[in-house]
Every structure is written in structure tokens, then in C-alpha cells.
């Protein structure tokens, strides 16, 4: 793929990899950032790598933007051969679908929605060809997913589903975003997920709540004290399903700082999750799981 | 050495020239959105140019101060009082302890830049003061202020003069917001890119850090295509990806919307291009409702008004050093 450069504005070079999702375009779009990141160029103040995008800003006063877009070039042909492997990390993250707030503040937008009579689960579930809600939670939650960008606002991480693209879940954002979302709500729009690390607008459908905080801008929480945003691109996540009791518990150890999410170092190959994707999941669940 | 807040105002925050460097994470570099002015006020008393400042929108708060200090109020028009005296905007003027700084009504612009003498020192985070109310960080407590803050001052240096009127900057009316076109431009037909410019627009009263919302011009015409996977069926939706500060985005072709100093740093919506760089300040004195164009410039023209902004400074520099 030949990535398709643009100027924005005078202090930033966007770039498009793919106009379309895919790990192929995620991971070229990455070792581009990295490239940039390891030639340690002169004015260069921002990498920020996207799904399949990413986009560099810059001082035009220290380097000419003709100058900088030449260089981002001559490292195309590189990344895109580059060898597609990761070292990274897979957390489970465990997750309270069908909640009562993100249901209760379904509720007060349904007027923004495409389907006003259903919520926003039944709805996914039905775009989905899939029977009930509890189907859409199983393929939701059964099988991993990986941090594609990290943003929007502080630390939210955007998530795309490890599966063949037929099967992959596509649920329409909301007609007109909302002005309000839960904190740490399990978000999703288009083919991705994503986890709302603070509260605010947001156009995504809302399929429940996680209890474990994901940004903390005080760096108090235990395992939030050296950065205060806990994704990184290239992390994997698996969701867990948990009951009330299970959320109530895990807040509990929250409050008291005491909780403790499962996090594992892990390496991803694009080759062989492309060759085969289920004993690659299955793989990394054994990682998870520390079998 | 403290100012202490008795009213709030409208929505006032600790702002510095910002915190660079963590837009990957999605945190926005924030800052105060009018940098000229709040460059200004800073020279005026006598402290660093990127010091910390009060900027109050539409409406000022009221301002106890518990040492002498000196004080500068610039940006929009927003009459300082001290214990009830009118004091000149854009020039330094004295307050003892005990003092009370009041504001008359906005007359003009949208944003006040309150600078004193030593910088409001609230604690670094992430090497700035500025406040991201969105992500609760930096500033006093992450939030914009409440009457009983107390806010620390920093040792301070001390300034006299005033800029004069023809050395400031701020928009015409309409607004001339200068954009760099790109990034997804080639979505919409050469006819709905020619409207856009050709347009008057007004500001939307969503307008705010994050961004300025546009409305009363004519929806873009999209060039038909099959939606890319992961993009969303919408004619204005793409593969989420990252928006540059001053990217000007249009959900469903309808509204632009210019990111400002607390962007989202990324999202799905397509973007027609960028606000150059030397045009974000005017933005931040744009009121809801005031008549704004967009008007088309290259790269060479960007990179010019960025020497021109800059030398505007510069000439504010050298007038307050004499």
C-alpha cells in the first residue's frame, strides 16, 4: 500500500496508510511512528500513530515542512517490509455488560438513536444477524482484541476485534452523538470498541462498564503511578464478563486501591495470526491465563 | 502570596502556553487559545511570556489579592476594576494586599487573559499549569475555579507600559479564519469546496478548549463511495484517525467544527483541511453568533502569516522593553 501524505496546516504532516481498517495498515502505520521516533528529527514534537493512519506535528520554524515530508517518505519502503511482530502485553479486562447506568443514560439520549425502542445492546445484537443480547456479549467477549490507537480523550484506548472480517462486529455509531457517557464505559463504533476513560460526549454504542480505571491523572492508582494513561498501541485485550457482585467487589478493591488487573508480556506476529487465527488466540488466552 | 477567588466568573482556568508532547495518548497540548494575549499580559508584568494565567470567558471573575503584585488584563475587552476603579485594559496597573479585582461587561473578543506578577503557581503536571478540564489534569485541582480557591503566585518580576492599540491583534468581522486545504478535502465535490469558502458562517454556541462549531452554510455534496471497512456507512465518516489542532471536521457535511487548544486528538469524522497555525489565536476572541469566513491559503501563505504573528509579537516585545 503507498501511504497518501497531507499537510495540516503549517505544523502538521497527516498520513494515510489505508483508507481501510486492517492490522496490515495498523501495523505499517507503527512502524512508521517508530521510524520517525528512532530518527529523532529535528522540531519533530508529536508522533501520534492511528488505526491506519498516524500523523506527525512539528516546529516549521526548525525544520522546512517540505524537508520533513521528504524524510517521512524515505522511510515508506522500509516499513512496509518491515516484520510485522510485537512484544506487548495482554490484559483482561473485566467488564459489567448490560449495566445500569450506561442504561440508564441510554435511556435519556434514545432520540439520537437508530432504533429509539431497543437499547443499544439489542440493537448491536440485531445489525449483527446475531439472536439475543447474550449471543452479541459471546462474541463480544470470546475472542481478543487489540489496541489499534490510543486517543480521542486521555488514554482511551480503540479496540479491533481479532476474528475474520466476516465475522467481525459492525454496529452504526449513535445519529447524533450524545452529550453524556458514563466513565469507563465498553463503547462501540463502526468495527471498533473502545473503553471512555472519562466521562463526556460520545457518539458510540454503550454495552457496559469496566470497574478498572484506565487513566488516572493523579497517578495514585497502584498500577498507574509511572504513566498516567495504562494503553499503549499493540496492546491485546481480552474482555471478561462479570456480574454485579463481581463489579461491586472489584470497586471495592479499587477504592482501596488494592486491585490488581491481570496484565502478561506477550509477542504477536501478523504472519502467523493471519495464518491462523484461532491457535494465535488460543495461544495468548494461555499466556493470559499463565498455563 | 495568593489570589483568592470570590466569584468564578462564567468558566476560568489556569492557562500557560501548554503541554506538548502527549497527543499520542490523547492528551491535547491545551494552553491558553489566545497565546498573543496571553503572551502580552505576561510582558506587561514583568514575568516569563509563558507563565501562568487566568483566562475567563465572556465573563471575569472577582479576584482578592493577599500581596502586592502587578496586573495586566488583555485579550477581549473586558474592563478591569480595582475595588471598584476602572483600570485600562492591555497596561499594567499596581494592587496592594487586601485589593479587589472586579470585571465590568464584555465589550468585545471572548477571552480575558488575567496575568500577575510572578505567574499563578499552581503545580507542573506533565511540564505545564495549563488546565484539561476533559482529562481532570493540571491547573488548580484539574477544574476550572470556584469562589474559595486560593491560588499561589510564583516570585515575582514587575512590568509597567501598555500595548497600544495598533500593535494588538484580534479578528475583523466577519472573522478571515485562513485554512490550509487537505487531509480529506478530496471527499467533497469541487462545488461544495468552492461554497465552503464562498460562504458567511456564524458561530454555533458550541464553542469552547475543545472546539468552535460553525453553522448557517450550505452542507457539503459528497463524492459517492463505498463505504472503506471500518469507516462507518456516513459519506463523512473514516477509518478513526488523528485530527491536527485547528482541523476543521464536518459530521454528516452539515457543521464544521475547528479543534482548538483541548482537541480530541483523533476520530472518525472526515476533515476539509487546517486552520494555519497563525489564525487559532483569533478563534479564541470569536463570541457565539459573530459571522466568521473560511479563506483558502497554500502552504507558502501559512508559513508567511506564521512570520507575520510572529513578528507582531516581536514588536510587542520590543515597545515594553524600551
Known amino acids: 500500500m503507498s501511504i497518501r501524505f497531507s499537510f495540516g496546516g503549517d505544523e502538521h504532516i497527516f498520513a494515510e496508510v489505508s483508507e481501510e481498517m486492517s492490522l496490515e495498515a495498523f501495523f505499517t502505520s507503527l512502524s512508521m511512528t517508530n521510524a520517525v521516533k528512532q530518527a529523532g528529527i529535528r522540531g519533530v514534537t508529536e508522533i501520534c500513530p492511528a488505526n491506519a493512519s498516524f500523523q506527525v506535528k512539528y516546529d516549521p520554524d526548525q525544520i522546512k515542512p517540505a524537508d520533513l515530508l521528504r524524510e517521512l517518505q524515505s522511510m515508506e519502503g522500509a516499513a512496509s517490509k518491515s516484520d510485522a511482530t510485537l512484544k506487548t502485553r495482554i490484559m483482561e479486562i473485566p467488564v459489567y455488560y448490560q449495566d445500569p447506568w450506561t442504561h440508564e443514560t441510554l435511556m435519556r439520549f434514545r432520540e439520537r438513536h437508530q432504533d429509539p425502542k431497543a437499547t443499544d445492546l439489542e440493537y448491536a445484537a440485531a445489525v449483527n444477524g446475531l439472536g439475543s443480547v447474550e449471543d452479541f456479549v459471546q462474541a463480544h467477549s470470546s475472542q481478543p482484541w487489540f489496541v489499534s490507537m490510543v486517543g480521542f480523550v486521555a488514554g482511551l484506548p480503540f479496540l479491533y476485534q481479532m476474528v475474520e472480517r466476516k465475522r467481525q462486529l459492525q454496529v452504526p455509531k449513535y445519529l447524533r452523538p450524545r452529550t453524556d457517557t458514563p466513565k469507563l464505559t465498553i463503547g462501540h463504533g463502526g468495527c471498533f470498541s473502545c473503553i471512555y476513560s472519562v466521562r463526556g460526549a460520545g457518539g458510540y454504542q454503550m454495552f457496559g462498564v469496566t470497574p478498572m480505571p484506565i487513566y488516572d491523572p493523579n497517578q495514585q492508582v497502584s498500577y498507574l503511578q509511572e504513566e498516567m494513561c495504562l494503553f499503549r498501541p499493540g496492546d491485546i485485550v481480552k474482555w471478561k464478563p462479570i456480574n454485579r457482585d463481581q463489579y461491586d467487589a472489584d470497586i471495592e478493591a479499587v477504592n482501596e486501591n488494592k486491585f490488581l488487573p491481570t496484565i502478561r508480556e506477550a509477542s504477536f506476529s501478523l504472519t502467523e495470526f493471519n495464518k491462523d487465527i484461532d491457535a494465535t488466540n488460543a495461544k495468548l488466552m494461555e499466556v493470559l491465563h499463565g498455563r | ?322
Open chain 2, 1 to 322: 502570596m495568593a489570589v483568592k477567588i470570590l466569584t468564578p466568573g462564567l468558566s476560568t482556568t489556569v492557562q500557560d502556553l501548554g503541554r506538548p508532547g502527549y497527543y499520542h495518548l490523547g492528551i491535547p497540548i491545551s494552553g491558553g487559545m489566545d497565546r498573543f494575549a496571553l503572551r502580552a499580559a505576561n510582558m506587561l508584568v514583568g514575568n516569563d511570556e509563558g507563565a501562568a494565567v487566568l483566562e475567563a470567558v465572556f465573563m471575569g471573575p472577582e479576584i482578592e489579592f493577599t500581596t502586592a503584585a502587578t496586573v495586566a488584563v488583555t485579550g477581549g475587552d473586558l474592563p478591569p476594576k480595582v475595588n471598584g476603579d476602572e483600570r485600562a485594559t492591555w497596561e499594567a496597573f499596581p494592587v496592594k494586599a487586601g485589593d479587589k479585582l472586579s470585571f465590568g461587561f464584555l465589550k468585545s473578543g471572548a477571552r480575558a487573559y488575567i496575568a500577575v506578577s510572578g505567574g499563578i503557581d499552581v503545580p507542573l503536571k506533565l511540564g505545564s499549569r495549563s488546565t484539561y478540564t476533559l482529562g481532570a489534569l493540571g491547573g488548580h485541582d484539574g477544574r476550572a475555579l470556584k469562589a474559595g480557591d486560593r491560588l499561589p503566585l510564583g516570585q515575582g518580576g514587575s512590568g509597567k507600559g501598555s500595548v497600544p492599540a495598533n500593535l494588538r491583534r484580534g479578528p475583523g468581522n466577519p472573522a478571515e479564519l485562513r485554512m490550509l486545504p487537505g487531509l480529506y478535502w478530496h471527499r467533497v465535490t469541487a462545488e461544495a469546496g468552492k461554497q465552503f469558502f464562498a460562504d458567511t458562517w456564524k458561530v454555533a454556541p458550541e464553542a469552547d478548549r475543545i472546539g468552535y462549531r460553525f453553522k448557517g452554510g450550505k452542507a457539503l455534496d459528497f463524492v459517492p463511495r463505498t463505504p472503506p471497512f471500518g469507516a462507518g456507512s456516513d459519506p463523512s465518516n473514516i477509518v478513526d484517525a488523528c485530527y491536527p489542532y485547528g482541523s476543521v471536521q464536518v459530521p454528516s457535511g452539515t457543521e464544521p467544527i475547528v479543534l482548538h487548544r483541548d482537541a480530541v486528538s483523533g476520530g472518525g469524522y472526515m476533515m476539509l483541511g487546517t486552520i494555519i497555525s497563525a489564525d487559532m489565536d483569533l478563534i479564541g476572541q470569536l463570541q457565539p453568533h459573530s459571522p466568521a469566513r473560511f479563506v483558502e491559503v497554500t502552504l507558502d501563505q501559512a508559513l508567511t502569516a506564521r512570520h507575520d504573528r510572529q513578528a507582531a509579537i516581536a514588536r510587542v516585545r520590543a515597545h515594553l522593553q524600551r
